[in-house]
């Protein structure tokens, strides 16, 4: 944005410009109005409502960000700040909304006469506009990673209030930008900061342990499954970590079927339910023996326990993923755990009771 006001001579007193903390943020909707995760945004329509707060006021703004064409496809635009309270914002205009080559453009400017050098707006959060696309894979995805915000302070930035400048000629001007510094750029850069896909959801966590017997039964909590993903439409989510335990961020409501597969495991589906909060799964039980990945634990995979039986951490022939109990040792304790499936067929039906 390229303004030639060159001789401002306000009433106002200076303005706020560094002693505020402005915040861009995002929310969405799909084509029903219900509220969507924007972490995770699956094939269709949505309107995308960005919303500026932590300002009471301001005398130009401007967005510039980036977006993936293959993925994103940018249908139109509504409810913008310049057109939707013309009483409460007197001498605001519109830079204008920009689509093109893959790029978004929008911004506002408050027109300058002997009584405003800024335009009020709600702290707590104003709309700025809303932008109709549409996400066009299969696959869920994070608006935050195929929309990108320019971080230069030409094109992402907001003054504070005319007042604050002897003379707007200048190349650059002070302002709130998403870095402190930039490479040419002169003037001092105040931190603003934005999250175009803030976390909506809930936390779910689980645990999953070494399945001792065919009937369901779970070993105990030494024999946690370390490294075990988990997969909802495809895409890992969480991984088990030395305690057996998995944390998925943040789910939005819904139902979700969600695979836990082990890389010396038999894969099994789980069914997850988000409500209004927080969710813990409990424990599930795994198959850990599964050394060649298939239905059967037959003669290939004993080749591979054989080979690490009674062997300890310290000997170079030590296979951690037979080393059910984590304890350094591949003995007797672990072997218990292999010879429970031993021949057996493996399906669905072995963790109806884990």
Same mark, same amino acid.
């Given at each position: 944005?390229?303004? %030639? ?103 506002? @400017? ?47 930035? @907001? ?10 000629? %200048? ?14 750029? %002169? ?26 017997? %065919? ?32 944390? @998925? ?106």
């Amino acid at each position: 944005m390229i303004l %030639t006001l060159t001789s401002i001579t306000p009433l106002a007193a200076q303005g706020t410009l560094g002693t505020e903390q402005p915040h861009l943020s995002c929310t969405f909707t799909d084509s029903e109005g219900r509220a969507v995760d924007g972490n995770a945004l699956s094939a269709g329509d949505y309107t995308v409502s960005f919303t500026l707060s932590g300002m009471q006021s301001f005398a130009v703004m401007q967005y510039t960000m980036s977006y993936d064409a293959a993925v994103l496809t940018v249908n139109g635009h509504s409810d913008l700040l310049s057109d939707r309270l013309p009483d409460q914002l007197r001498g605001l205009g519109a830079a204008g909304v920009l689509v093109q080559n893959g790029t978004i453009n929008f911004g506002f @400017i408050t027109r300058v006469d002997q009584t405003a050098t800024t335009t009020a707006i709600d702290a707590a959060g104003q709309l700025l506009l809303k932008l109709q696309v549409t996400v066009t894979t299969d696959a869920p995805v994070d608006f935050a990673k195929i929309v990108t915000l320019d971080t230069d302070p030409n094109q992402t930035f @907001i003054e504070a209030d005319y007042a604050d400048y002897a003379d707007y000629g %200048t190349a650059d001007q002070d302002c709130y930008a998403l870095v402190t510094a930039f490479d040419g750029y %002169t003037a001092t850069l105040y931190p603003m900061t934005a999250d175009l896909s803030p976390a909506t959801g809930h936390a779910v966590t689980g645990k999953v342990l070494a399945l001792a017997n %065919t009937s369901g039964k779970v070993a105990g909590s030494a024999f946690t499954v370390i490294g075990c993903d988990v997969l909802i439409n495809g895409e890992v989510v969480a991984t088990t970590g030395a305690d057996g335990v998995f944390t @998925i961020p943040s789910l939005a409501a819904g139902t979700y079927t969600a695979t836990l597969s082990y890389a010396y495991g038999y894969d099994r589906d789980i069914k997850i339910m988000v409500a209004d909060g927080d969710v813990d799964l409990g424990t599930y039980g795994m198959v850990v023996c599964n050394f060649k990945k298939d239905a059967t634990i037959d003669a290939s995979d004993y080749s591979a326990y054989k080979r690490a039986t009674g062997k300890s951490s310290s000997d170079d022939a030590y296979n951690a993923a037979c080393d059910f109990n984590h304890d350094g040792n591949i003995d007797a304790t672990d072997y218990s755990i292999y010879k429970a499936f031993t021949g057996k067929n493996l399906n669905n039906d072995i963790y109806a009771n884990a």
